[in-house]
């Protein structure tokens, strides 16, 4: 059962199940979160990278769930390409300039999977 006072963040395969992994420790996002988000929930959402879940050989999990959940424990700026490209094996995207900010997680938890949760943009509460 989910803690309703945890907000969770969609985030699409391959990226969510690498976290789950420990092999990504840094969201990527344009915006940065705010001051009170600590702990949050990892929502897969409907739609998946399915060339990346390829070449990371990950089978997406079910759309619509949570599979974990996670703590923020610094969020880091990115101003130059150079930074973000050091960074590149921890976050796992190329394109800088795209995300202004990364999510530095830490205490991550794989949860039993909870099903046909709707997810949101930003973060939003289970209920």
């Given at each position: 059962m989910l803690d309703s006072k945890i907000p969770a963040l969609s985030i699409r395969e391959?990226?969510?199940?690498?976290?789950?992994?420990?092999?990504?420790d840094i969201e990527l996002?344009?915006?940065k979160p705010p001051e009170w988000i600590k702990d949050f929930y990892i929502h897969v959402p409907t739609i998946a990278d399915l060339k990346?879940?390829?070449e990371y050989n990950i089978i997406s999990s079910p759309p619509r769930?949570?599979?974990g959940k996670v703590?923020?424990?610094e969020v880091k700026e990115y101003t130059n390409s150079k930074?973000?490209?050091?960074?590149y094996?921890?976050?796992?995207?190329?394109?800088?300039?795209?995300?202004?900010?990364g999510f530095i997680l830490d205490?991550?938890?794989?949860?039993?999977?909870?099903?046909?949760?709707?997810?949101?943009?930003?973060?939003?509460?289970?209920?």
């Open positions: 391959p990226y969510a199940t690498l976290i789950i992994e420990g092999k990504k996002r344009s915006w990346m879940c390829k769930t949570v599979i703590q923020v424990v930074d973000f490209a050091v960074d094996p921890r976050h796992h995207c190329k394109f800088f300039g795209k995300y202004d900010y205490n991550v938890v794989k949860v039993e999977p909870v099903y046909g949760i709707p997810g949101k943009r930003f973060f939003f509460f289970t209920k």
